[in-house]
């Protein structure tokens, strides 16, 4: 019998996000999404079947900590509702081999705990529900879909670092994240503004992680993120782009050790360190500290910032769009981040983007800027559709 619905699984270092598809011939339709919150201390369930209003959450209890435990609570649970015919998930780093969605065995798996080192803080969490599915359903297909895969087709100068070919060789390279909510808004696009979509575009994912993809004809061209997901735009707590002699500095002259170096990098820096108030933007935007102003106003110049870089590596602009938390809900980072782009042919229109439109800029407006929500999920869900129907 042919597959039918796809459980799409997206795992963190706190928490199991998940989304229940039916393969229809239009494409993959939700049917259920939810998530488990802290899962290694106290496991949260919440869940929203089709347009139903949430479930009320469900506090598992100790017996159900870790990933495992959680998984297979979920499996039980989504069970009662629909077969679960295949598996895709979000894995953060493909390395240089996997530049595609794959089909996971044993193998696949080991090449995937290989590339640990290169996302230390991420790929452990994606690989969790991975290892724990194999044992708890064996024989059900699995796919991987990676977050760096969208960003393959980069060229040379934008994959490399200016460092000794062995470096690159080893795999120190810039691979580039949030590939799928690029993909997913390029394909977006294509439906909204076809032109557009066929153009060069800037795409800024703005949620707690951030970053943006210079985007030509709906191939990536160039991205914000290096390595790791530390680099480029200031994040919620993560610093972003820095001087590398920060780091020797920090080692060298302040002691610090290699684990407090990556907690500031991480965790302590971006919004929340900023402003000592909160890695949160909407209580930055309530706020009436000046630290408060002053972590936004770091953000949008780094944005802005970007977008002539991204230009640069397009060879011009044709328009832009915003997706994820902050791109989607803030029309002040949006509003802010536009009214100083005028040189590059943004002319904002203030009631739309206040009005959280799709097109939020004027009709005069040189090129246009749009807002469009992401869906990284439906995309891993399109990708295992694809993979099965080819099989
Ligand atoms: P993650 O990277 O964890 O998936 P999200 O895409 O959920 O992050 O984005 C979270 C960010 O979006 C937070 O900074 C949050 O404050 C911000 N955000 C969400 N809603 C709003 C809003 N209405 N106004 C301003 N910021 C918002």
Redesign the pocket.
């Known amino acids: 019998m042919k597959p039918q619905n796809i459980a799409v699984l997206n795992a963190g270092s706190s928490s199991l996000k998940f989304s229940l598809f039916e393969l229809t011939p239009k494409g993959p339709l939700r049917r259920i999404r939810g998530q488990i919150a802290e899962i290694t201390s106290n496991p949260v369930f919440s869940a929203r079947i089709g347009s139903d209003p949430k479930e009320p959450d469900q506090l598992l209890g100790s017996n159900h900590v870790g990933h495992h435990r959680c998984l297979k609570f979920l499996l039980a649970w989504l069970e009662q509702h629909a077969r679960v015919d295949a598996a895709g998930h979000r894995v953060v780093h493909g390395g240089i081999h996997y530049s595609q969605p794959v089909i996971l065995d044993a193998a696949v798996i080991t090449a995937l705990e290989a590339l640990i080192p290169l996302a230390p803080l991420h790929q452990p969490h994606n690989l969790e529900p991975i290892r724990a599915l194999a044992t708890l359903h064996p024989g059900l297909t699995q796919v991987a879909c990676f977050d760096t895969a969208f960003h393959a087709t980069k060229r040379q100068e934008a994959q490399c670092f200016p460092l000794p070919a062995t470096l690159t060789d080893a795999g120190v390279r810039r691979y580039g994240f949030h590939g799928l909510s690029y993909e997913y808004i390029a394909m977006k696009l294509k439906e909204l503004d076809p032109e557009l979509a066929r153009g060069r575009v800037v795409v800024a ?6 970053s943006m993809c210079a985007i030509d004809n709906g191939k990536c061209v160039d991205s914000t993120m290096g390595m790791t997901a530390a680099d480029g735009l200031p ?2 707590t993560r610093s972003g782009t820095l001087d590398p002699g920060v780091l020797l500095y920090m080692a060298r002259e302040l002691n610090m050790s290699l684990d407090s170096i990556e907690d500031v990098l991480y965790r302590q820096s971006g ?1 929340k360190g900023i402003s000592g108030i909160s ?7 309530q706020s009436d500290h000046p630290k408060a102003a002053q972590a936004i106003a770091l953000m949008v110049y780094r944005i802005q910032q970007y977008f002539g870089a991204l230009t640069a590596s397009l060879g011009g602009l044709d328009g832009a769009v915003f997706t ?10 949006r509003r802010k981040t536009l009214q100083g782009l005028h040189w590059l042919g943004f002319e904002l229109d203030d009631v739309a983007n206040t009005q959280h439109a799709t097109r939020i800029t004027t009709r005069q407006s040189k090129i246009p800027a749009y807002v469009l929500p ?1 869906d990284e999920d439906l995309m891993i869900a399109h990708h295992v559709q694809e993979i099965l129907d080819t099989r």
């Open positions: 994912h703005l949620g707690n992680g951030a994040m919620g919004l890695h949160d933007m909407r209580q930055l935007e994820a938390g902050i791109g989607e809900n803030s029309s002040l980072i992401t």
